[in-house]
């Protein structure tokens, strides 16, 4: 990875949270600015609670604390709060940034980033606003005219931006373990033979019990199926993990399948895999598309409008992925699928080929030019 130069960066200021699906992008732009001019002061702002405020200061990057509630619009209360903490929000987030004094605002989008850049425009500071999917999330849409520039993952998001704002395709920054991630050395350390057949299954950072428990009753179904060349990985997520076991146990389920409540070490796994079944969150779709891997997509029916539909179809149209619907995912969908895919070599390997085609190894470098420009 080239680094660019960023000698006349001094000090940014990043903000985007709730989800590692603004966390992991965020954290990949801040690595890479850090990794080209180690003296930049780089400060994150995130709430108080969220996955943010664990995951960032261990990253060993300076982080603030802001109000910040997401909007509800099936709930009156809710939405009032919202708009109260995005009030108290604003105006806590001028006071870091005259303190912090930043020469650009990053905002990697989720509902923290609003009282961020609303800031950041009340005080005259440049904003780059990157967004992960296809479809935008409602922050970036609002404060895209503050921004002087908005980077975007897939060409297909662009339409959904104003007119007259400066819109550069970037794709989602990944961080560079995923790239490096070797399939043969990958299996080997799984302790995997050429002859099995993994299936790696991941809910996100949260993990997906529609996925969990229908990949579970799949395999019970096939009790009695030559499984001796199968294995089957579930990231049930820490909150599900143990409800995850106790239905493995109930329906007696073997050594083929193995649950654990989150995987460290994600790109060793997804390299190794045959299969990647997942929710198709922007990252996940991104990391998928690094390390070159097939997928079947089941979307997150509750995404905020639909957008994780948005971004299984960019993998689908393409060829690299499949897609069911969160509905229509069921044991028996799943085996008439899968009877076929894992038995056609030829296909699986062309949807690797064509996902790893997807990927976008220099988008954070894209990105960070995009900054450099505003200094």
């Known amino acids: 990875m080239m680094l660019a130069d960023l000698s006349n960066l001094e000090r940014v200021v990043l903000s985007g949270g709730g989800t590692s699906g603004h966390i992991s992008p965020a954290l990949a732009v801040a690595e890479y600015l850090r990794a080209a001019n180690p003296q930049i002061r780089i400060s994150f702002i995130g709430t108080e609670s969220g996955l943010e405020s664990r995951i960032v200061p261990s990253a060993g990057f300076n982080y603030l604390t802001t109000p910040a509630a997401p909007l509800v619009w099936g709930s009156p209360l809710k939405l009032l709060r919202a708009y109260r903490e995005f009030r108290h929000g604003r105006q806590v987030c001028r006071e870091h940034l005259k303190a912090e004094r930043p020469q650009v605002v990053i905002g990697m989008g989720g509902y923290v980033c609003s009282p961020v850049v609303a800031a950041a425009g009340s005080l005259g500071i440049p904003l780059v606003l990157h967004e992960q999917n296809a479809f935008p999330g409602r922050s970036n849409r609002l404060f895209a005219r503050s921004a002087a520039t908005v980077c975007i993952s897939y060409p297909e998001a662009e339409r959904f931006f104003p007119r007259g704002v400066r819109i550069i395709l970037t794709g989602n920054p990944v961080r560079p373990n995923f790239f490096a991630a070797e399939r043969e050395e990958s299996r080997s350390a799984l ?185």
């Open 191 to 375: 302790g995997l033979d050429a002859a099995e057949r993994l299936i790696l299954v991941s809910g996100g950072s949260l993990g997906a019990r529609r996925l969990n428990t229908t990949v579970i009753k799949w395999l019970a179904e096939r009790r009695g199926a030559d499984n001796g060349s199968l294995r089957v990985i579930i990231a049930a997520g820490a909150r599900l993990y143990e409800e995850c076991v106790d239905l493995k146990n109930t329906h007696n389920v073997g050594a083929e399948l193995e649950v654990k409540p989150y995987i460290d070490d994600m790109p060793r796994y997804m390299a190794a895999s045959d299969l990647i079944i997942s929710r198709a969150g922007a990252m996940t779709c991104a990391e998928i598309c690094a390390v070159g891997r097939p997928s079947l997509l089941v979307p997150y029916p509750q995404a905020a409008s639909d957008h994780q539909t948005f971004n299984a179809r960019q993998l689908v149209d393409e060829g690299a992925a499949l897609m069911i619907a969160d509905a229509d995912f069921t044991p028996e969908k799943l085996e008439t699928v899968l009877a076929e895919l894992l038995t056609d070599d030829s296909r699986l390997e062309e949807m690797g080929r064509r996902s790893h085609s997807l990927a976008e190894p220099d988008a954070v470098e894209k990105i960070a030019t995009e900054v450099v420009r505003l200094v």
